[in-house]
């Protein structure tokens, strides 16, 4: 690992997102200087590693958005991989996800069992529609959130 600089030197990002949300706040926190570990699944990796691939086996827009991070692979359904997620938690500083409400709970590494071990974690959640609620089980997108919230009208035609 290379000397880190920048505002953010010292901090440990875990960052259990994938695709676009949790991704883009962790490149954030890294271009900043944070120390973001990537965790993604076995096989496969982030879907975005082939997303829209024009050349090559990684797409532009994963190298743009996992710039400046370390990548893990961890299987998040085995017990094995929620154990080391637990550990990498206990001395990070900030935990981002970006998985369905419910998802992390089911695993065992909602916020109240990480905080039990960390009680300084900071836990970020990235969801379409929340954690509650009537809409918290749909998937959320940006193009969906600025259809309803009428942001499409002010940056092109309604």
Do not use: C
Not at 45 to 58: K, N, Q
Not at 60 to 70: E, Q
Not at 83 to 100: G, K, T
Not at 130 to 156: K, M, S, W
Request: charged fraction near 25%; aromatic fraction near 6%.
């Amino acid at each position: 690992m290379s000397q880190q600089t920048g505002p953010l030197a010292g901090i440990r990002v875990v960052e259990l997102g994938n695709f676009i949300a949790a991704p883009t706040a962790g490149r954030l926190l890294a271009d900043f200087g944070a120390d973001v570990v990537k965790v993604e699944r076995p096989g496969t990796g982030d879907e975005l590693r082939r997303w829209r691939l024009h050349d090559g086996d990684t797409s532009l827009l994963f190298r743009t958005l996992g710039r400046n991070k370390r990548s893990v692979t961890v299987d998040l359904r085995r017990p094995e991989g929620q154990e080391l997620v637990r550990a990498l938690a206990a001395r990070s500083d900030v935990l981002l996800e970006n998985f369905r409400p419910g998802t992390l709970e089911r695993w065992g590494l909602g916020p109240g069992e990480l905080r039990a071990l960390n009680p300084r974690l900071v836990v970020v959640r990235v969801s379409g529609y929340g954690q509650t609620g009537p809409y918290r089980d749909r998937p959320g997108f940006g193009g969906v959130a600025e259809a309803i919230g009428g942001l499409r009208a002010l940056t092109g035609y309604p």
